[in-house]
Nanobody
């Protein structure tokens, strides 16, 4: 089971980035997929998640700016990030698990498979 993130980079405030997470080694469509981030000196936090039925959930800090989506054909989950702010600067991680409990989609301990992360830096 492997997750590989890509798409991070540096952007000015107000800009956009799209992160991708390619999954392999398991039945992708049956898993809940989540995006988490960790800024220097801070704990990792849940950003967005999508389950096998397409239900989505977002952290309050990114609602209306970020969008998570699935491409089951390509076994890939995306995080479209618009109107980026300097406080969005962090390492972003993709995570997966088939048994994430509803209401816990943004809790990192619910996920057992993690990618290596991709850095997002937003300058003011």
């Amino acid at each position: 089971v492997q997750l590989v993130e890509s798409g991070g980079g540096s952007v000015q405030a107000g800009g956009s980035l799209r992160l991708s997470c390619a999954a392999s080694g398991y039945t992708y469509s049956s898993y809940t997929m989540g995006w988490f981030r960790q800024a220097p000196g801070k704990e990792r936090e849940g950003v967005a998640a999508i389950d096998s039925e397409g239900n989505t959930i977002y952290a309050e800090s990114v609602k209306g700016r970020f969008a998570i989506s699935n491409n089951n054909t390509r076994n890939t989950v995306y995080l479209q990030m618009n109107s980026l702010k300097p406080e969005d600067t962090a390492m972003y991680y993709c995570a997966a698990d088939p048994f994430v409990r509803w209401l816990y989609y943004l809790v990192e301990t619910e996920y057992r498979v993690w990618g290596q992360g991709t850095q997002v830096t937003v300058s003011s």
